[in-house]
């Protein structure tokens, strides 16, 4: 029961980002900027034709195979554990970490780029300019609890 609810929670999440990308899309013109929660957000459209920051944005082809190959590999990993005993924290993390690599993935062979939405105002101008979608912190909240899954299980005393 528990490996449906968290296959439904990765669809769910990636479909959802898919959706609020095909929103912006529609919605906002690039470099159009909308402040949201007292100005301390940005809602703004902008595409991202590499991986994190840009990253091997003039290597499209490489971008997309090498985001194909991780999304599949994290799928894969996700589908052993969840047919594992145990490891709430592991499978939750594995779970939004797998939905946000399938969404950034979705857009990379579908439209050519990842779209980034969500912006946040800082001090620092250039963390100001980074451009994030939900599946990006799908990722990073995946990640920060896969790090809490791996602390907690070492922090037992096996037998």
């Given at each position: 029961m528990a490996i449906l609810i968290l296959m439904s929670l990765t669809l769910c999440l990636t479909l959802l980002d898919i959706v609020i990308k095909s929103l912006i899309e529609g919605a906002i013109e690039e470099g159009e900027e909308r402040r949201i929660l007292g100005g301390r957000a940005m809602i703004r459209k902008?595409?991202?034709?590499?991986?994190?920051?840009?990253?091997?944005?003039?290597?499209?082809?490489?971008?997309?195979?090498?985001?194909?190959?991780?999304?599949?590999?994290?799928?894969?990993?996700?589908?052993?554990?969840?047919?594992?005993?145990?490891?709430?924290?592991?499978?939750?993390?594995?779970?939004?970490?797998?939905?946000?690599?399938?969404?950034?993935?979705?857009?990379?062979?579908?439209?050519?780029?990842?779209?980034?939405?969500?912006?946040?105002k800082t001090k620092w101008e250039k963390i100001t300019r980074i451009t994030y979608n939900f599946g990006d912190f799908f990722?990073?909240?995946?990640?920060i609890l896969m790090m809490l899954s791996s602390i907690f299980k070492s922090g037992r005393k096996s037998r």
């Open positions: 902008v595409y991202n034709k590499g991986m994190t920051l840009n990253l091997l944005e003039g290597r499209p082809e490489t971008v997309r195979l090498l985001s194909a190959l991780v999304t599949m590999v994290i799928t894969i990993y996700q589908l052993f554990t969840l047919m594992r005993r145990g490891m709430r924290l592991k499978k939750a993390g594995l779970s939004l970490m797998t939905a946000g690599a399938w969404s950034n993935t979705f857009d990379r062979w579908v439209r050519g780029y990842v779209i980034d939405y969500v912006g946040f990722i990073v909240a995946g990640s």
